[in-house]
């Protein structure tokens, strides 16, 4: 059986253009869908430090996380801070909770 490798090709080269032009029109390029599950969000050891600091510590808010946590593991970088909350908040091992 041949596989057609020429129509495989010319999709992948419609969606680097779709993506392409939706880079122009919002300024970054879509997201796509993470190949982690539930079960697997756990596996990242950074991730894994972050969870058990925010449930050894209830309540804490961003900039104390932040702070033991970026100077510790992350070298300084919040935007991995942040990605690693994203997913711990999207998998429901954590939750927001909004101060009054």
């Known amino acids: 059986m041949r596989v057609p490798y020429d129509r495989f090709r010319t999709k992948i080269v419609e969606v680097d253009n779709l993506c392409e032009k939706y880079k122009e029109v919002f300024g970054f390029s879509p997201k ?14 950074t991730r894994k430090i972050i969870y058990n600091f925010v449930q050894s510590n209830i309540g804490s808010h961003f ?18 801070l942040i990605w690693h909350l994203d997913l711990l908040i999207k998998f429901n091992y954590i939750s927001l909770c909004s101060s009054i």
């Not at 900039?63 to 935007?79: A, F, H, T």
């Open 63 to 80: 900039s104390l996380i932040k702070k033991l946590c970026i100077s510790k593991d992350l070298k300084g970088n919040p935007g991995e």
């Open 32 to 45: 796509f869908r993470s190949k982690l599950t539930k079960r697997t969000a756990l596996s990242n050891s």
